[in-house]
C-alpha cells in the first residue's frame, strides 16, 4: 500500500486560544500528529466532508501531504465552506464535489483515482420525523453507492465511519464491549439513529465478505465524540454541553458516556488507512465520564447558565425519568430508556494495540469542548 513518506513532526493544530484560568491545554505529544509530509500523489476521498469529524480528517489528511477530494451536498455554498478551502495546503490539494447519499449520481466521479476512501457521511440526529426515510434509507442507500463505485474505481482500502450505536443500544456494565458485539436491539422505533448505523455497517461488511468486493474495508466506531469542531455550526454531541448550560435537563441524570476527542478521531480512520494491517472493526472510546462528571468539569471552570443540580442519577430518579421519557420525542425517549441508569463497559485495546492510538484523556476533552463553545458564543464561562 503506498503512501506518502513521512516527514519531521510538524506542530500540533494551533493552540486554543484565550483560556480561562483553570483550562489544561492536552499536552501535544498524546498523539502523533500530522507532518508536513511532501505532497503525494495518493488522493483520498472524504464523504461528508463538512462534518465535525470529516473537517478534521480532510485537515489531517492534508496537513500529511495527501491530495484529498471531499464530497459535500452542495459545493456552490462557498462561503459556508471557507473552514474546509482555507485550511493549510487546500488551495493545491483539496477539491470539494457534489455527493448526495440519495442520489447514485456522482459517486463514481467522487471516487475516481482515489486509492482510499474515509466514508463518514451519514445522518447524525437523535430525533427526525421520518427515521426511515431521513435515517435509515441515507445511511444504507448512501454506503451502497459509495461502495459500489469504489468496486470500480480501483480503491484499495476504505474506511467507513461506524458508531459505537453498531456494536450495542443498551450498554450494560456486566458485558464488556467488543468489536465482536453487535446492535441487534434497535428498530426504527427504538434509537432509530443507532439502527441506521447497524443497517449501514451490516451493508458495507456484506458487499465485502459475501459479495466479495475487492477492496478491503477498515470501520471505525467511535463513542461519544466531542472536542474542538473547525466549522461554526454546532453538532449533535456537543450538544450535550449546550443543553446542560441551558437548562435542558430537569436534574443530574443516571447517563455515561465514553467520550472520544474528534482528533484521536480523525487519527484512528488516517491510521486504519496508513497501517497496512488494519483489519475489521476498531471501537474507538477513550475514558467514561457519568453526566454529573461533565456537569463537575463545567462548574469548576465556571460554565454559567442553569445547569442541572437536582440528583435524579439513583433508583429513583431514574424510574422518574424513565417515566417521563414517554413525554419526550420518540427518539429521546427511546435513547433514555435504553441508557439510563447503564454504565458502559468496553474494551478499547484493539485500536490502541493495532494502530498505535491514545486517547486523550476525557476531562480534557471536555475542557476543550467548553473552550470551543465558549470561543464560539454557544455557552458563557465566567
Ligand atoms: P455531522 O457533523 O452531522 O456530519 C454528518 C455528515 O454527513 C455531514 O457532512 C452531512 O452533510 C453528511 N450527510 C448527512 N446526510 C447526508 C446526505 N443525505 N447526503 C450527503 N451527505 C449527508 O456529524 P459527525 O459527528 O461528524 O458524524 C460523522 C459520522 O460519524 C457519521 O457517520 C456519524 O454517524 C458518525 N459518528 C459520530 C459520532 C459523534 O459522536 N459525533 C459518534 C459515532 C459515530 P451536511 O453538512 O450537508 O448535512
Redesign the pocket.
Known sequence: MSTPERAPERADPEPLRDLPAGFRVYPKSMSAHPSAAPISDTRVCV?????????HIVRDLLARGYRVRG????PDRKADLTFLTALPGAAERLELVK?????AKGWDAAVAGCEYVM???????VDVEDPQRDLVE??VR?TRHVLDACLWAGVKRVIL?????AITDEPDNRHVLTEADWNTKSTLDRNP?YF??VL?EREAWKMVKEEKAPFELVVI??????GPSL?A?R???TQLFVDLARGAYPGILSLTWGF?D?RD?SEAHVRAMETPSASGRYLCAGERLSMRDVLRVMREVGVRGKLPTLGLDNAAGTALVKLLSWFQPKGAGSYLRSHLGRVPAYDNGKIRRELGLEFRPARNCVLDTIEDLRQRGLIQVS
Open positions: 464523504t461528508g466532508a463538512s462534518g465535525f469529524i470529516a473537517a464530497t459535500v451536498r452542495d455527493g448526495d447519499l440519495l442520489d466514508h463518514t457521511a451519514s445522518p447524525y440526529q441515507p445511511a448512501g465511519t461506524s458508531s459505537m450505536a439513529y441506521s448505523k449501514a466506531n467511535p463513542f461519544m465524540v466531542i466549522s455550526g453538532n449533535t454531541s472520544v474528534v478521531v
